[in-house]
């Protein structure tokens, strides 16, 4: 118990006095209630965001609605595991309203697919924009998709972390392993084809597949060992081991 506190002989009061004091005081508020001009304040939006503008048709809203839910469940994936995903976590990451995240979700098996695929189609489009930017020499093609590929810019490390979940899942959920494939084809494709052009110009005694499989596993290496511990290596000593290999398959171009 605290100190007694000091008697003030003015908040002497009867409790009659005082109840009715305290009837004329929330009478006069109501009455100053409805004689007051009312005034407009901001409704806080479900998703609301200072300094994000706010979509105005509803197939925006949608879009908008749907990315804020798959970040969140990117986040929650790389922070938990799939098990993480939960409606109390989507509204925890996302910003937005339970009943928001059912309307756009019903299925979390939806929610994920569409997690993989918007991860599959942001990487390969960073990937090939960066060898379209490297005009036409199949060195400097080959190079600059390693580069993207190891270089941590455009890879937060949440959606490397999430990308390898789903490469796990897909072991033993067939669900996933279409998307994976594609997003593997794709790329192994375009490494392929970049390899064959290279042994063509420089007359290589090499086969351009297995030149192509131990680029991939190289890069494919170095991600999961950034994944577990990000501190073991930087993004330009990978570049580096990248760029030694790359040298000892082709000499004279790398």
Same mark, same amino acid.
């Given at each position: !118990?605290?100190?007694?506190? #000091?008697? %003030?002989?003015?908040?002497?009061?009867?409790?009659?006095?005082?109840?009715?004091?305290?009837?004329?005081?929330?009478?006069?508020?109501?009455?100053?209630?409805?004689?007051?001009? #009312?005034?407009?304040?901001?409704?806080?939006?479900?998703?609301?965001?200072?300094?994000?503008?706010?979509?105005?048709?509803?197939?925006?809203?949608? *879009?908008?609605? /749907?990315?804020?839910? !798959?970040?969140?469940?990117?986040?929650?994936?790389?922070?938990? &595991?799939?098990? &993480?995903?939960?409606?109390?976590?989507?509204?925890?990451?996302?910003?937005?309203?339970?009943?928001?995240?059912?309307?756009?979700?019903?299925?979390?098996?939806? $929610?994920?697919?569409?997690?993989?695929?918007?991860?599959?189609? =942001?990487?390969?489009?960073?990937?090939?924009?960066?060898? *379209?930017?490297?005009? %036409?020499?199949?060195?400097?093609?080959?190079?600059?998709?390693?580069?993207?590929?190891?270089?941590?810019?455009?890879?937060?490390?949440?959606? $490397?972390?999430?990308?390898?979940?789903?490469?796990?899942?897909?072991?033993?959920?067939? =669900?996933?392993?279409?998307?994976?494939?594609?997003?593997?084809?794709?790329?192994?494709?375009?490494?392929?084809?970049?390899?064959?052009?290279?042994?063509?110009?420089? /007359?290589?005694?090499?086969?351009?597949? =297995?030149?192509?499989?131990?680029?991939?596993?190289?890069?494919?290496?170095?991600?999961?060992?950034?994944?577990?511990?990000?501190?073991?290596?930087?993004?330009?000593? &990978?570049?580096?081991?990248?760029?030694?290999?790359?040298?000892? $398959?082709? #000499? /004279?171009?790398?």
């Amino acid at each position: !118990m605290g100190p007694e506190e #000091p008697f %003030d002989p003015g908040n002497l009061m009867s409790t009659s006095t005082r109840a009715a004091g305290s009837r004329k005081t929330a009478k006069a508020t109501r009455a100053g209630r409805v004689a007051a001009r #009312p005034v407009a304040r901001p409704v806080a939006q479900p998703g609301a965001q200072p300094g994000v503008a706010r979509p105005k048709s509803r197939a925006e809203a949608k *879009a908008f609605y /749907r990315a804020r839910m !798959m970040e969140a469940a990117i986040e929650g994936i790389a922070r938990h &595991g799939f098990s &993480g995903v939960t409606v109390s976590r989507l509204v925890e990451y996302s910003g937005l309203s339970r009943g928001m995240v059912n309307l756009h979700f019903q299925r979390k098996q939806e $929610l994920l697919l569409q997690v993989l695929k918007h991860l599959a189609d =942001v990487y390969r489009a960073g990937w090939q924009a960066a060898v *379209a930017r490297a005009g %036409d020499d199949p060195a400097a093609r080959l190079a600059a998709l390693v580069e993207y590929d190891v270089m941590r810019d455009g890879h937060p490390s949440h959606t $490397l972390t999430a990308w390898l979940a789903f490469r796990q899942e897909a072991i033993t959920n067939p =669900v996933y392993r279409p998307l994976c494939d594609t997003r593997e084809a794709a790329f192994f494709g375009t490494v392929k084809s970049l390899c064959a052009a290279l042994i063509k110009q420089g /007359r290589y005694k090499l086969d351009a597949e =297995v030149a192509a499989l131990g680029i991939t596993y190289l890069l494919e290496g170095l991600w999961l060992d950034w994944a577990i511990d990000p501190t073991r290596y930087s993004a330009r000593t &990978g570049r580096d081991v990248c760029r030694t290999h790359l040298a000892a $398959l082709f #000499p /004279r171009r790398f």
